[in-house]
């Protein structure tokens, strides 16, 4: 009954989002303010529906009900509750309805806390949310139905993949897909504006906490990935390039080049046509990952071909939402008036060059990602393009746009004084270099660009000290002075300094994890002895454990400085699962500071030896400690009186009752 | 998440006994510099049973059999271009993770420097171009412009 109520309710929000999708259009077209105004409840009723779809097979879940098929392929009635409530998105169908439903969650905020928009601007934007929506409740309903019974219930169910069983997985999808779903509120806003011909810097007010919302989701959800995958698949790699990974990349860099474009157009009333684009590229990459993750095309374009149904459903909605809305953008873009003029030289020169090089680097994941498949569908030529492909390509890419981050917001707007600029980044620049030179003295025959690398990373993190330096002229007036301004400063500037230091932070740490870690690999036998960095561990023997639905094999490693002290144990441990008949590797993690000794186990041996997997990350934390700190940022940066929504319009009436005099 | 459906797929193609990674103590040569050189080559190099894993990560068999020929081949004293040349002609362009130059990857390696040169040649022209018509003087006023403006100066009561 539960699950025939979701498929329902289900059903019921496709009505709903078809209202919503086309009364309001017709509104504004009639000028009907009544059928515009329908957009706002039909969106809030949508959300209802899909929530109560969502809750209706998280219910199923809960109870264990064997009898829907997804249950019975996903969960398990021995699985601890958080491992039966996130095996809801461990799969396909649940986790289009965890998409859908963050999708139409988003409909109804801007519903709700969009009072300030224009009439006609909020109307098409909700509709063309609600077309999204209906599109992809079209899918679920055709080719993805999660309520879909079997006659004769099962009295156990399959156990989720035991890989997926992880605290950090309660976390990672829910981020990821707030982060991806949120970018097509940018999209929605974006077509909105071409259909209504008309945009003005104010689009860019209302667009950006929402961009910076999904920014932020996006940001943590990824580094929450990357960490998940660090201690999870057991060799210590953070970042893969796996084509997963970079579907998720792809609309962060573009998120991040529209984060900064929209910040020209707000203020100065530049880059619209550009910011257009911008928006609708970044969520057509989110729907890209979509497709390329739940349509089977990445494992092999004959999977695809064999199974087509879902995938070319997926293709279909990206043809019409990417095509249409390129074709609109063709079409209509050069109606729109481009406005604010400015040197090449200037904040928004920066922040042009900082577009212009995060597209590129967005480009060449999106290459790289999408070449094998398209080389191999249109030649039957079969190539691997890898991590050393990237790293050939992002990397350069990359490292100027770091080194000129820290000189954007020392620049003023319209006319940059460069000079000063350089002036001012003197001190971070003087750092950067000892710090080079000495890494580059410290490092014994480590990789060359590794010191660089470090220095640019900390030009960075000083290039931002010194922006909040500069404003509140810490230096110059009495600290009191310095404290006051420093409170007194937008929360935006102080957004953007996290945002930026916390860059150079994640970029030392991968910096150092990459070049100068260790590894040991050997076998051990009881008592032996095995040193890595200045730690030294000692084998102390094998012994079981029993959890809720698996077995441990745990190692015992004592860790001691080499002087003797003793620091503590690690248990690394290999677990298998009955159920599925598999085996998984859970490394043990030391932090020491922000560096952390990482050990894995292999196999126990027959004559009673384990091999081991020991490595020493230097730094390591900081790649995630990084994203943190880009996340503070954001959160800073949103919570300026001037972004957020639904502020009431400064009150420019006191102003004038002032006396002139 | 999504990384995990794959590494699943990957598993299962590979039916691996174990999920720890790669490089096995009893694979790793005495000689460090050519155990370095042979870890730096099978980073390189696919294990071709799974999905976006170098030979060095992957625990699969075929994985095995790879790392074990690429220490071979370096024992026997090729160099590093020999090693991988020799994979290549064995098993195809699809085992290098960074293939090489070619007319079919000619797209591949020239669109993010394409992109770059392109978006800076369009930023400088249209820069230039602002620039032009900032200096163009005011086009100078027609006749009849000009009896106008003598008409209104002269009728300004200021003057």
Request: with cysteine; charged share 15%.
């Amino acid at each position: 009954m539960i699950a025939e109520l979701g498929h329902y309710a289900l059903m019921l929000a496709l009505g709903l989002a078809l209202i919503q999708g086309t009364m309001p259009i017709v509104g504004t077209r009639t000028n009907d303010a009544v059928l515009m105004s329908m957009a706002a409840p039909t969106a809030l009723a949508q959300f209802a529906f899909v929530a109560m779809a969502f809750t209706a097979l998280a219910t199923c879940y809960v109870i264990s009900d064997f009898s829907v098929l997804n249950v019975f392929e996903n969960s398990n009635s021995q699985m601890p509750l958080i491992y039966r409530l996130t095996s809801i998105w461990g799969n396909h169908e649940g986790s289009m309805m965890l998409w859908v439903s963050i999708l139409t969650f988003f409909g109804a905020l801007v519903a709700v806390f969009g009072n300030n928009l224009p009439a006609v601007l909020k109307a098409n934007a909700l509709a063309v949310q609600a077309w999204i929506a209906a599109a992809f409740h079209l899918f679920i309903l055709m080719t993805s139905n999660p309520f879909v019974r079997i006659p004769q219930a099962p009295f156990e169910g399959q156990d989720l993949n035991p890989i997926l069983q992880d605290p950090g997985l309660a976390f990672h999808p829910p981020l990821l897909y707030l982060g991806y779903v949120g970018f097509s509120i940018a999209f929605s806003f974006a077509i909105a504006a071409l259909l209504e011909g008309r945009i003005d810097a104010a689009w860019a007010r209302w667009v950006r906490p929402w961009v910076l919302a999904a920014w932020m989701c996006l940001t943590v959800g990824i580094a929450g990935g990357s960490y998940w995958a660090y201690y999870t698949l057991g060799w210590g790699g953070f970042w893969f390039w796996d084509p997963v990974e970079n579907a998720s990349l792809m609309p962060w860099l573009a998120g991040t080049a529209l984060l900064h474009s929209a910040v020209v157009m707000e203020k100065r009333g530049a880059l619209k046509i550009w910011t257009i684009l911008l928006a609708i590229l970044t969520f057509s990459l989110s729907l890209i990952g979509t497709f390329l993750v739940r349509s089977g095309v990445l494992t092999s374009v004959h999977t695809f071909a064999t199974d087509p149904m879902r995938g070319v459903f997926i293709l279909a909605i990206l043809v019409v939402f990417i095509g249409g809305a390129l074709a609109l953008y063709g079409w209509r873009a050069p109606l729109l008036k481009q406005g604010g003029l400015f040197a090449p030289i200037s904040r928004e020169g920066a922040l042009v060059f900082n577009n212009l090089f995060l597209t590129t680097a967005c480009a060449s994941v999106f290459v790289g990602t999408l070449y094998p498949l398209a080389l191999e569908a249109l030649t039957g030529a079969k190539i691997s393009v890898g991590p050393p492909f990237f790293n050939a390509t992002f990397g350069p890419l990359f490292i100027p746009l770091m080194v000129v981050m820290p000189f954007g917001p020392l620049m003023g707007w319209k006319r940059g004084d460069l000079l000063g600029a350089a002036q001012r980044l003197l001190a971070a620049a003087i750092l950067a270099a000892l710090i080079m030179a000495a890494a580059f003295a410290l490092e014994q025959g480590g990789p060359v660009l590794a010191p660089f690398g470090a220095g640019v990373a900390v030009f960075v993190m000083a290039g931002a000290v010194t922006d909040v330096a500069e404003r509140t002229l810490v230096l110059r007036l009495p600290f009191r002075a310095a404290l006051r301004r420093a409170i007194g400063l937008p929360r935006s500037a102080w957004g953007t300094a996290f945002a930026h230091f916390g860059l150079g932070v994640t970029l030392l740490g991968i910096v150092a994890a990459m070049a100068w870690g260790s590894e040991r690999i050997a076998e051990m036998k009881v008592g032996d002895n095995l040193d890595i960095a200045h730690y030294r561990l000692t084998f102390s023997g094998l012994f079981s454990r029993q959890g809720p639905n698996y077995r441990d094999t745990v190692g015992r490693f004592i860790v001691r400085r080499m002087n003797g002290d003793l620091i503590g144990v690690m248990e690394p441990s290999r677990r298998s699962f009955p159920t599925r008949n598999m085996t998984t590797t859970q490394a043990a993690l030391m932090t020491r500071g922000v560096s952390q000794l990482y050990l894995s186990l292999g196999d126990p041996m027959q004559n009673g030896n384990v091999a081991v997997r020991l490595y020493f990350k230097p730094q390591v934390l900081l790649i995630w400690l990084g994203a943190a700190i880009m996340f503070a940022g954001g959160a800073l940066s949103l919570s300026d009186r001037r972004l957020r929504v639904g502020a009431p319009q400064p009150a420019k009436t006191k102003v004038a009752l002032r006396p002139a005099g | 998440m999504r990384r995990v459906f794959l590494l699943v797929l990957g598993l299962i193609l590979s039916a691996p006994t174990s999920s720890w990674a790669a490089v096995q103590p009893d694979e790793m040569l005495r000689n460090p510099a050519l155990e370095a050189r042979a870890r730096t080559l099978s980073q390189q190099l696919r294990c071709m049973v799974c999905q976006n894993e170098s030979i060095d990560e992957s625990d699969a068999p075929l994985a095995h059999d790879l790392r074990v020929l690429v220490r071979e081949r370096l024992q026997a004293g090729d160099s590093d271009a020999q090693v991988l040349d020799f994979l290549v002609a064995r098993y195809g362009e699809f085992v290098l993770l960074k293939p090489r130059l070619s007319w079919r990857t000619a797209i591949l390696w020239g669109l993010p420097p394409g992109l770059l040169l392109t978006g800076i040649t369009l930023l400088v022209v249209a820069a230039a171009r602002r620039r032009g018509r900032a200096q163009e003087p005011a086009p100078n006023l027609t006749a009849a412009e000009q009896v106008r403006l003598k008409k209104i100066l002269a009728d300004s009561p200021g003057s």
